[in-house]
Every structure is written in C-alpha cells, then in structure tokens.
C-alpha cells in the first residue's frame, strides 16, 4: 500500500460544484502539503500544514480551502469549482528538518480533477 | 525570495548519450536544493538533495548534480542514458527558515531518450 494515499484519483465535474481531494499517510510526518501541477508552471503551493493545528497558505491558496483532521489526514476543497482550476494535484508530506536540513518531501499519486 | 528556473521545457537524447538538465536558483540565503522525477501517472520522487555538505550530490540511478555558487546552479547529469530515464524533472529550491522550510519548484524539463 502506498504511504500517501490520495482520494479520488481521477474526477470530472462541473462548475460551481463544491469537490474535496482527500489525502491520508503513514508515514507518521507532521508536515503536510497541497500542491498543484499544470503543465509548463511546475508545482505551485497551495496550502501547507506543519501539524493538526497550524494551516498556511501558499501561493496560490485563492478559491481552495483545506482542512487537517488528524495528523494522517489532510483535505483540500474547491467550494465552487471553475474550469481554471483543472489540473492535477498532488499531496505531500514530510518530516521535521534537522539541523536545519529541509525535509524530503514525499508525493501521493495525484489527484486528475477536471472542471466542464 | 527563492526561484529555480529549469533552461528547457524539453530535452531529447539518445540512449547512451549524456543527460544535462539545468538548473539555476535564486536565493536570500544559502539554499538546500533538490531534484525530483516524476514517471508517467505517477507523484514525484526525490533522485538527490543538496544541504550544504559535498558539492557534488550523487543520486540514483546514476544521476548527480554539482552545486555551484558562483553560478548559482544546480545541474543535473547522467553520463549515459538509459530508456527508463524518460521522465518530468523538476528541480527545487528551499530556503530555511524558523517556521519551517517550504520548496518552490522549476516549471520542469521533459527528458525523451531516443533508440
């Protein structure tokens, strides 16, 4: 079984409807991230979480929300969904840096969205 | 603020030639810097990470990638291509901070080996 598991793996909707992404690990990292790839943008930060209580936006966290349930689960929603927001996405998590080392960060397989 | 812009949307070699991605960083302070692959219908996956230690990072599959400052580079080598290499590489950046550190990734460079 994969240690970052991301649910739906490929979904079609329309606008304006509200989608979750849900993503769950067991790798037992506290750190947690939504990220989103279009082609020839690289992957762009959307929110970030270092532990159930700390949430961040990142970069590009306008029209998305997301919600840390417990240290294994993160998800992200699009309340109203718009067809710029088709792209695939992808979870990550990672562990504490040491001594100042930035942690590797490990990907789910990604999510496909597609917004009509 | 950190970047990392990755010179070539698309690299094509032939099996058995050399692989260069390039890849040059913008950072406030010294930076840890990564290389990712990303196979087809897959999430991505570390190859290397450079944190201050040896300048030349050696990775798997017989890629490394040779931190220069002066350049402000972080290139990517393999010295014979492999078809399996066909893949998305993504170069990042990240900058620590005491909050916590985050990547910025390049926009990626398509890798096709020829037969």
């Known amino acids: 079984d994969a240690d970052v598991t991301q649910t739906p793996r490929n979904r079609i909707t329309k606008t304006g409807k509200r989608i979750m992404l849900e993503c769950s690990q067991t790798?037992?990292?506290?750190?947690m991230y939504w990220y989103r790839q279009d082609p020839g943008l690289g992957l762009r930060l959307i929110y970030y979480?270092?532990?159930?209580?700390?949430?961040n936006k990142g970069e590009i966290s306008d029209g998305y929300s997301v919600s840390r349930q417990a240290q294994a689960k993160f998800s992200l929603s699009l309340e109203s969904a718009i067809p710029n927001q088709t792209a695939l996405y992808f979870c990550?998590?990672?562990?504490?840096?040491?001594?100042?080392?930035?942690?590797?960060?490990?990907f789910g397989e990604g999510s496909r969205l597609t917004v009509l | 603020a950190q970047s990392v812009t990755q010179l070539g949307s698309h690299v094509s070699v032939s099996e058995g030639a050399l692989v260069l991605l390039r890849c040059n960083y913008s950072?406030?302070?010294?930076?840890?810097l990564f290389w990712y692959v990303q196979y087809p219908n897959q999430g991505l996956q570390l190859l290397l990470k450079?944190?201050?230690?040896?300048?030349l990072v050696k990775g798997i599959n017989g890629f490394e990638a040779e931190f220069k400052k002066s350049e402000t580079s972080f290139h990517l080598t393999k010295p014979s291509a492999h078809m399996s290499d066909a893949a998305e590489y993504f170069c990042?950046?990240?900058?620590?901070?005491?909050?916590?550190?985050?990547?910025?990734f390049g926009e990626g460079t398509q890798l096709t080996v020829n037969p």
């Open positions: 790798k037992g990292h506290d750190r």
């Open positions: 950072s406030s302070v010294p930076p840890y």
């Open positions: 990042a950046v990240s900058e620590f901070r005491t909050s916590g550190s985050r990547l910025t």
């Open positions: 979480s270092f532990d159930v209580k700390d949430i």
């Open positions: 450079y944190t201050s230690a040896a300048t």
């Open positions: 990550a998590t990672s562990d504490l840096p040491s001594g100042g080392a930035s942690g590797e960060l490990f």
